[in-house]
């Protein structure tokens, strides 16, 4: 695995080798879809995750915010990992490594005792700020619809009809938390019952039903009974219909837009099933 510590540059590579002596790679974690290398490293007996982006990388300044200022209430219990070492201009972090297995894919995937978990877990993430953000709406809509200038596969009538939808949207500002970004099962580790929470690129201050979508998309739909779990467990639904539906319109945008970009053709079928989905209902 020497070749995966070669992918970094080399002021990350001498970072790591002043923060763990001796790091050997023992497993590569990347999804391979962005700029962002994951490794499992062991240094003087110990396990650690290295995290590093290159060039063009947003997520490890995001990650690193994250773990200064809002995963304190999770570390302390053992459910999110301690930052350890941090360099924001070298974008790079070394975290401890949790144990665990990824709830994706797996029987826990289904079982409504994890999704109660969840729901705790997130409302707790959420409760430690609310912060009021008057322009919020209207930057996610001038997000979306410059998604919508790239190139996409998006048919043109369909494109069309979106960039119109978000244009006839308010500009409403909107109460914004603590928010991960990124909640659902790939994220979750279980280990012994317990679950623990991994991966904070995306984390950032955004109004906190956003953190329901993700679920909303997949797990919710395939999972009887998943949904009331984790809305019994973060003990309200913060998901007020109108700003709800517009967030879904924009996420599927963005979805199926961003993974055309870096070419996860299932997930950019994803985002043209949410497209069709939200249009459906915009009609009704």
Known sequence: MTEAL????????????????GAAVEADM???LVETAVLRVRSGGRNFVVKAGGASDLSIAREIRAHREWTGPWVR?????????????????VTEYLPGTLVKDTPAAADPAVYEQAGALLREFHDQ??????????RMNAKALAWLERPHRIAPGTAAHLAALVRSWPAAGAVCAPSHGDWQTRNWLLDGGVLRVIDFGRTDLRPAAEDFERLAVKEFLL???AEEAFVS???ADPREPGAWFRQRVRSAIGTACWAHLVGEADFEAQGHRMIADVLAEASV
């Open 30 to 32: 990347g999804w391979g």
């Open 223 to 225: 999972h009887p009974g």
């Open 6 to 21: 070669n992918a970094l540059s080399e002021r990350q590579r001498d970072l790591v080798g002043t923060w763990l002596p």
């Open 129 to 138: 700020a609310a912060v009021d953000d008057p322009g919020y709406e209207a």
């Open 233 to 235: 467990g973060y003990g």
């Open 77 to 93: 219990r053992g459910r999110a990992a301690r930052m350890l070492h941090a360099d924001t201009d070298a974008k790079i972090l």
